[in-house]
């Protein structure tokens, strides 16, 4: 079994940078795109950013939400295990939970149901 687990996150101010990172263990899913997602309180999840699998050459190897784009960069390491989501010029908008999970797919798709296995989600928060 894939056990995703979140970490990184935390209060920052407008304009502030955080670096979020995504730590697999168990089943090797390295042909698995990992994909990050957000949800605000009284909000529903939605999709941040994607990368596909390393050996995959279907669509783009990364993709990311158009309210994120040149703020936020994606990236992963197979030795670590680990994909990370560099955020900068953060807004209070971004302020939410964000989670990591991995999909059944090699490549990114913005379907939730695609991406079989979770984080718990870690906490950031965009405020003065």
């Known amino acids: 079994q894939l056990h995703l687990v979140e970490s990184g996150g935390g209060l920052v101010q407008p304009g502030g940078s955080l670096r979020l990172s995504c730590t697999a263990s168990?089943?090797?899913?390295?042909?698995?795109?990992i994909g990050w997602f957000r949800q605000s309180p009284g909000k529903e999840r939605e999709e941040v950013a994607c990368?596909?699998?390393?050996?995959?050459?279907?669509?783009?190897?990364?993709s990311y939400a158009e309210y994120v784009k040149g703020r936020f960069t994606i990236s992963r390491d197979n030795a670590k295990n680990t994909v990370d989501l560099q955020m900068n010029s953060l807004k209070p908008e971004d302020t939410a939970v964000y989670y990591c999970?991995?999909?059944?797919?090699?490549?990114?798709?913005?379907?939730?149901?695609?991406?079989?296995?979770w984080g718990q989600g870690t906490q950031v928060n965009v405020s003065s």
């Open positions: 999970a991995a999909s059944t797919f090699p490549w990114c798709t913005w379907i939730s149901i695609d991406f079989d296995s």
């Open positions: 990368i596909r699998a390393t050996d995959n050459n279907i669509g783009d190897s990364t």
């Open positions: 168990g089943l090797n899913r390295r042909n698995s795109a």
